[in-house]
Each structure stands twice: as structure tokens, then as C-alpha cells.
């Protein structure tokens, strides 16, 4: 028996686990959203907004499986994640500040006098003992009031007034008082309902997606990075889930915004060493990495690790033997729109003679002229013969701006520009010039 205990324990868990993981892998596989719903109602508890949590995990998940998940809203989704019509409906309860209790109050709420009409008809017919002044706050940066055709700045300005009257009608309800408008069940009138909101405009976008990242932990509507995603895909080596994946002391170089800041010292250090050092995470499209900043470079590069600040960071992969993912130690950080000057090592332009022809071609000079600077450019001329010219521009150097991508896409069309970066680990020390292949038509070549 003692023999057999040796290596029982392991087989007796190692069977159960076998079977759970295969309920697991049937269920994923042939109920997909009822699955990953349930998958992010189990972890609502352990959510974690100043870090990426399972739940937010779990949506990239979702969003990588094509399966769409709908915003929370106060009309549509329960307290937990389900699915509604093939999609996978928000939980009001992994809202930040709202919680379960609130959130089933809502819910049976509206499964028993129906669906809320405004603002303040939700604030007079909810109990503010179970749902208060926070948790409004949080749906209405969450979105889940949009449905209901009103802004969520009005929501914001108007949240006062809906709260008093909220107040006044739960005093009425426990005294047993009816409202001289109401109907005979006790219910808010339309007029009480439907209260005059404030004119004013929506949220500018990065205010927005700023707040929905605070009470969902992500971006719902849009990324404050979506602008920025050509010149992200330009200049970065990889993605930050690329990146936390490659091998150790892999060199990269990724653009993204900067959250999660962490300052500290180190423990020890030299006689008039530094010792302060940032820990925090970057954040593209893709996803997030945790990033290093040691006291050396920090000197140097400290000043722009500001939240959400969009930054190019060139650094090397640190990745211990049975970690998962790696962390990035950073060696230079950039911002963001000084990376087409820092980071461009040639510009090649297509030009179509068809197309822009010679009036085009004094537009572009002018263009080009309007922005001078170190990076070289290259034309690759396409001849109404059929015949490609690539030519170096000797005398015409740039300082690639995004104004100035605009400029030439506008000119030469999206296509019309195409841009060599140099590798991450030339970054801080000088590039050598590209290598030049002639461009090939019929086995015609021609270069200048």
C-alpha cells in the first residue's frame, strides 16, 4: 500500500483531470458562446481593474473565436454573461461598482414592470439602499444606458436631479404614498419619467474610452490606439502577444500606451547609483505586456512614462526558464510621434506616371520640399511603357511626419508609400543604407 501510494495519488488525479478536460474541450467546442459565457460569469468575482483580469482575458478570447459580445445595457443584459440571439450579452454584475446584489435588483426590476424608459424612470423605480449613486455612475461610463437615446454626458449632468427624485419616490413607496400622476399600480407617470435632459455634447472619444476602461477594464467601443494603428503596424516588430511568447533575450521594438505605472527603488545599490525604476505594462491592439525600466535608463527615459502615453519602447525580451510569458526590459523609450523621424531608415514613393503624370510630379517635389530632414527617399517610377524605374533622391531628404504621410497618401494613394524601418537592435546607433534591388517587369530592369 505504501509502495503503491508512491504514484496512485498522481495517476487517481491525473484520470479526473483527463475527463474534466474533455467535458471541457466538448462543451468549448460545440457550445462556444455558452461556454465562454459561462467561463466569464465564473471569474466576475476576481475581477481586477488596475491589472488585466481573467475576464478581460476571456473577451480577447471571444473576439479571437468571432464571437461578439454586446455591451452591458440596463434593458438587455442579466446579471451574469449569457447569450442573447447568437451573441454574448455583458454581465451588469462585472460592471466595476455595481455587483451582484445591484445587479439582480436591476434585472428584477425590469422583469416585473418592464423596461426602463429614462434615466429617471430608472432612478425612481430602483431602491437606492441596493443601488447607489457609484454603481449609476459606472453603467452610465459603461454604456448602459445608450440604448435608451440620451448621451452619457447628459446622463452624467442629470444624475443629481434623477437621484433626488429617486429618493423622493422610494420615501413614498415605504410610507405607501402614490403620486397624485402615477397610475394605480404606483409606477412614475410619462411626464415624471421623461424629465428634460441638459444639451450637451457627447464625451470627446478619449475621455469615453478612458472611462470605459475604468469600470470594464477595457475598451468597448473603440481603442484610444485605433488612429494610431498604421503607424503601430509600421514600427513595431511585433505585438505585445507576439513578444511575451519569444525567447529569452530577444531583442524588439513595440509602440503602444502606457498604463499601469509602478515607481519603486531597488534594494541595494552603488555609492551614487540611481536607484529608482518604473514597472508598468504596454498596451496595442493585440494586448499587453509588462515592461521594466531600471534605474540607469530611467534617468534617461523616465520623463515619458506618463499614463497613457503613447510611447515607441526598444528593449529585449526577459523570459525565465517555465515562465509563460516574458517581460520587457526596456533600453529606450520614444514617443510615439517623434518614431517616423527616429525610426525611418527609407522612404520609397510609387509614383504611376498614368496616374500623376508631370503636374503630379511637381505637386509631390513641393510636398516633399515643405518637409526637409535626414531620412533618404526613393522613387519607384512606373512608366506607361510598362517598364520600372527605382532612383535614389540625392538631393531631396525628409523628416517623415504623419502630417506628411497624409500629404503623399492623399498625392499617391495608400498604396504609394512604402517605409523601411531599421531593426530594433540598430536603433541606438547608426543605420547602413538599404539594399537595393531593381525592380523587375518582362525581364526588363532598369536602375538609376
Not at 527603488?265 to 499587453?288: C, I, Q, S, V, W
Amino acid at each position: 500500500m505504501e509502495k503503491f501510494a508512491g504514484y496512485g495519488f498522481n495517476k487517481s488525479h491525473s484520470t479526473a483531470y483527463a475527463l474534466i478536460a474533455y467535458m471541457t474541450a466538448y462543451l468549448k467546442a460545440h457550445w462556444p458562446r455558452q461556454f465562454m459565457a459561462a467561463l466569464l460569469s465564473s471569474d466576475i468575482p476576481m475581477r481586477n481593474f488596475k491589472r488585466k483580469d481573467p475576464v478581460v482575458r476571456h473577451l480577447e478570447d471571444c473576439r479571437r473565436m468571432q464571437i461578439e459580445v454586446l455591451g452591458p445595457d440596463v434593458n438587455q443584459s442579466e446579471a451574469e454573461f449569457t447569450v442573447w440571439e447568437g451573441k454574448i450579452s455583458f454581465g451588469l454584475a462585472a460592471v466595476k461598482g455595481c455587483g451582484p446584489s445591484a445587479a439582480a435588483a436591476i434585472v428584477e426590476e425590469r422583469q416585473r414592470s418592464g423596461p426602463f424608459r429614462s434615466l429617471m424612470d430608472f432612478c425612481m423605480r430602483i431602491d437606492p439602499a441596493v443601488v447607489h449613486r457609484g454603481a449609476i455612475e459606472s453603467l452610465i461610463k459603461a454604456g448602459a444606458f445608450d440604448s435608451l437615446g440620451i448621451r452619457r454626458s447628459q446622463c452624467m449632468a442629470a444624475l443629481d436631479k434623477a437621484l433626488q427624485a429617486g429618493a423622493a419616490a422610494a420615501a413614498d413607496r415605504r410610507i405607501g404614498q402614490r403620486s397624485l400622476f402615477g397610475d394605480p399600480g404606483g409606477q412614475p407617470s410619462a411626464p415624471a419619467a421623461f424629465v428634460e435632459l441638459p444639451e450637451l455634447p457627447e464625451w470627446p472619444l478619449r475621455e469615453r474610452l478612458a472611462k470605459e476602461k475604468e469600470v470594464l477594464g477595457f475598451y468597448l467601443s473603440s481603442h484610444p490606439l485605433e488612429e494610431y494603428q498604421t503607424l503601430l503596424e509600421t514600427y513595431s516588430t511585433h505585438t505585445t502577444v507576439q513578444a511575451a511568447k519569444l525567447a529569452h533575450r530577444t531583442e524588439v521594438r513595440l509602440c503602444g500606451m502606457i498604463a499601469g505605472i509602478s515607481w519603486r527603488n531597488t534594494k541595494t545599490a552603488r555609492p551614487g547609483a540611481p536607484t529608482r525604476y518604473a514597472m508598468f505594462d504596454l498596451e496595442d491592439m493585440a494586448g499587453m505586456i509588462p515592461c521594466i525600466l531600471w534605474p540607469e535608463p530611467c534617468l534617461q527615459y523616465g520623463q515619458f512614462i506618463q499614463p497613457e502615453a503613447l510611447v515607441a519602447i526598444t528593449g529585449h525580451i526577459e523570459r525565465r526558464p517555465g515562465e509563460e510569458e516574458g517581460t520587457l526590459i526596456v533600453s529606450e523609450v520614444v514617443p510615439l510621434e517623434e518614431t517616423p523621424a527616429r525610426y525611418t531608415r527609407l522612404v520609397t514613393l510609387r509614383v504611376e506616371e498614368r496616374r500623376l503624370g508631370l503636374e503630379g510630379l511637381q505637386q509631390l517635389q513641393e510636398v516633399l520640399q515643405r518637409w526637409p530632414g535626414s531620412t533618404p527617399v526613393e522613387l519607384l517610377l512606373l512608366l506607361t511603357d510598362g517598364v520600372k524605374v527605382r532612383c535614389r533622391c540625392t538631393q531631396v531628404q525628409i523628416q517623415l511626419t504623419r502630417q506628411l504621410q497624409m500629404d503623399l497618401e492623399k498625392l499617391l494613394g495608400v498604396r504609394g508609400i512604402s517605409i523601411i524601418t531599421t531593426p530594433a537592435r540598430l536603433s541606438s546607433r547608426s543605420c547602413p543604407g538599404p539594399e537595393r534591388t531593381p525592380a523587375r517587369n518582362n525581364g526588363r530592369i532598369r536602375t538609376t
